[in-house]
T-cell receptor, first 111, second 117 residues
Framework: SQQGEEDPQALSIQEGENATMNCSYK?????LQWYRQNSGRGLVHLIL?????REKHSGRLRVTLDTSKKSSSLLITASRAADTASYFC???????????FGAGTILRVKS | ETGVTQSPTHLIKTRGQQVTLRCSSQ?????VSWYQQALGQGPQFIFQ???????GRGNFPPRFSGLQFPNYSSELNVNALELDDSALYLC????????????????FGPGTRLTVL
């Protein structure tokens, strides 16, 4: 079963705009990760945030985590057409354990 | 490119048949995890192998089985295929296992797309 919900299911924006995706989960976690998937192929790890962290940045990516609400958001700033992909959040209860994925958000960036 | 390879890329089988999918882990990695991703959904954990032993299993029936070899490559076997087994099967390799005090990223292969007719 999926860990939780991702919102929105699909997002269409213009190049240069910001894209925000949200993820909710159900159980206590050690960390939450965001992955990207192009055209139903392999997953690429984007960023990890630990349960004791509230915000993390990596390039144009900003991730927040609110453990009291069991939710996270991924912000992609100044989006590019190449950012078009599906984005998944995944949680781990401890390092090395299974990843529990959400259903994903499909992002389309129009040029 | 993550260094994790999977074969074959695509596969078509009929209901009731058996299938074997293969995964070569990244150099230096001793843990392989398998995931099933149905169309339009997120991946779901099937099982994990660490040093040739199964180390955790998701909610999948026994007809899903696996192996890990001394070189840490792995196979996923599915018997008595059903239509609902049609999916993208992903493997991920990493160092270490549950309980490690340090984070070890899971690197995903490109997947095998299985179609069951």
């Amino acid at each position: 079963s999926q860990q939780g919900e991702e919102d929105p299911q699909a997002l269409s924006i213009q190049e240069g705009e910001n894209a925000t995706m949200n993820c909710s989960y159900k159980t206590s976690i050690n960390n939450l990760q965001w992955y990207r998937q192009n055209s139903g192929r392999g997953l690429v790890h984007l960023i990890l945030i630990r349960s004791n962290e509230r915000e993390k940045h990596s390039g144009r990516l900003r991730v927040t985590l609110d453990t009291s609400k069991k939710s996270s958001s991924l912000l992609i700033t100044a989006s590019r057409a190449a950012d078009t992909a599906s984005y998944f959040c995944a949680t781990q209860m401890e390092y090395g354990n299974k990843l529990v994925f959400g259903a994903g958000t499909i992002l389309r960036v129009k040029s | 490119e993550t260094g994790v390879t999977q074969s074959p890329t695509h596969l078509i089988k009929t209901r009731g048949q058996q299938v074997t999918l293969r995964c070569s882990s990244q150099s230096g990695h001793n843990t392989v995890s398998w995931y099933q991703q149905a169309l339009g959904q997120g991946p779901q954990f099937i099982f994990q192998y660490y040093r040739e032993e199964e180390n955790g299993r998701g909610n999948f029936p026994p007809r899903f089985s696996g192996l890990q070899f001394p070189n840490y490559s792995s196979e996923l076997n599915v018997n008595a295929l059903e239509l609902d087994d049609s999916a993208l099967y992903l493997c991920a390799s990493s160092r270490g296992l549950a309980g490690d005090r340090r984070y070890n990223e899971q690197f995903f292969g490109p997947g095998t797309r299985l179609t069951v007719l």
